[in-house]
C-alpha cells in the first residue's frame, strides 16, 4: 500500500511540474547555455506590479506557453527590483540601492537597466550565445505571447526588418495556443 501511494505521489508531482514553468536564475541559464545552447526567455517583474501577478497566474500557466517555454527556452524569472547578483558579458550587475524596509516601489536592478527595462511586466529575449535579442513590454495573453516566443525561436526576427515586414508576418501569423 505505502508503494502504490508514494507511486500516486511521483506521478502527481510530475504532472503538477509539468503544468509549470521551470523557471531558474539568469546565472543558471547562462551556465546551462554553456552545456546545451537554448535561447532564453526572461521574466522581468517586479513585487508590486499588478500586470505582473495576472501574466504569471493566466499566461505562464497555460499548458501551451508552459510546453512552448519549456521544450525551448531556458525560462529565468528575474525580479528588476531585487537583490540578485547577475553575472553577464564579464560585468557583475547588483542593486547597491536596495532599500530592504521600503513598501512598494524599490530602486531598480542595474542589470534591468542595462537591459533598457521601461515598464512591468517585460519579457526579455536572448540569443543562444545570451546576446540580448529584444525585450517585450507590457502583459500578454497566451496567444500574445505566441507569436514572440515562435518568431524568436524561429530565428524569424532576424528577416523582420521594417515595420511593414512586422505588420505582415503578424497579419499572417495563426496561433495554436489556446486558453
Known sequence: MKNLLLIFLC?????????????????EALEAQK??????????YTNWCGPCKLLDKRTFHNKDVV??????????KFNAEGTEEVKYNDFTYTNPNYKPD??????????????????YPSMVFFDEKA????????Y????????????IYNNDYKKLTTSEAWQKYEKSFVSTFTN
Open 11 to 27: 506521478v502527481l508531482c510530475s504532472y503538477t511540474q509539468a503544468q509549470e514553468i521551470q523557471w531558474m536564475s539568469m546565472n
Open 35 to 44: 552545456k546545451e545552447p537554448k535561447k532564453i526567455f526572461m521574466d522581468v
Open 67 to 76: 510546453s512552448y517555454v519549456n521544450k525551448h527556452y531556458y525560462a529565468v
Open 102 to 119: 521600503r513598501k512598494g516601489r524599490n530602486s531598480q536592478h542595474f542589470f534591468a537597466n542595462a537591459l533598457k527595462i521601461t515598464g
Open 131 to 138: 546576446n540580448l535579442i529584444a525585450p517585450v513590454v507590457g
Open 140 to 151: 500578454k495573453t497566451p496567444q500574445q505571447l505566441e507569436i514572440y516566443l515562435k518568431m
